[in-house]
């Protein structure tokens, strides 16, 4: 079976830091691209970040640059998003998704290949 879960959300002051993880089983991320999103209540879904193992691209979301950091650990088939420097805007549902053989960032949300549960991320001014 196809999985992906995302695990790492919670409630953190602003300036603090979370690293969510992205746990892939029944398939591994090679030829990829695997992106981050989130959804603040009320707001659209909008692409945070994302890594590609097909062409080795990556995208920031503007909001995020310079506080979010995509990483990989392929020995474990997990992908992390290491968040600092929080704001109270960053408040969302953060899922992770990947669509296969694409480059970043991931722009048809409707051609995501799969997708996880979902993590909760409340940053407390």
């Known amino acids: 079976e196809v999985q992906l879960v995302e695990s790492g959300g919670g409630l953190v002051q602003a300036g603090g830091s979370l690293r969510l993880s992205c746990a892939a089983s029944g398939f591994t991320f090679d030829a990829y691209a695997i992106g981050w999103f989130r959804q603040a209540p009320g707001k659209e879904l909008e692409g945070v970040s994302c890594a590609s193992n097909s062409d080795g691209s990556?995208?920031?979301?503007?909001?995020?640059?310079?506080?979010?950091?995509?990483?990989?650990?392929?020995?474990?088939?997990?992908?992390?998003?290491?968040?600092?420097?929080?704001?109270?805007?960053?408040?969302?549902?953060?899922?992770?998704?990947?669509?296969?053989?694409?480059?970043?960032?991931?722009?048809?949300?409707?051609?995501?290949?799969?997708?996880?549960?979902?993590?909760?991320?409340?940053?407390?001014?």
Request: aromatic letters at 14%.
């Open 58 to 125: 990556s995208y920031y979301a503007d909001p995020v640059k310079g506080r979010f950091t995509i990483s990989s650990d392929n020995a474990k088939n997990t992908v992390y998003l290491q968040m600092n420097s929080l704001k109270p805007e960053d408040t969302a549902v953060y899922y992770c998704a990947v669509r296969y053989h694409r480059s970043c960032p991931i722009i048809d949300i409707n051609a995501i290949d799969y997708w996880g549960q979902g993590t909760q991320v409340t940053v407390s001014s």
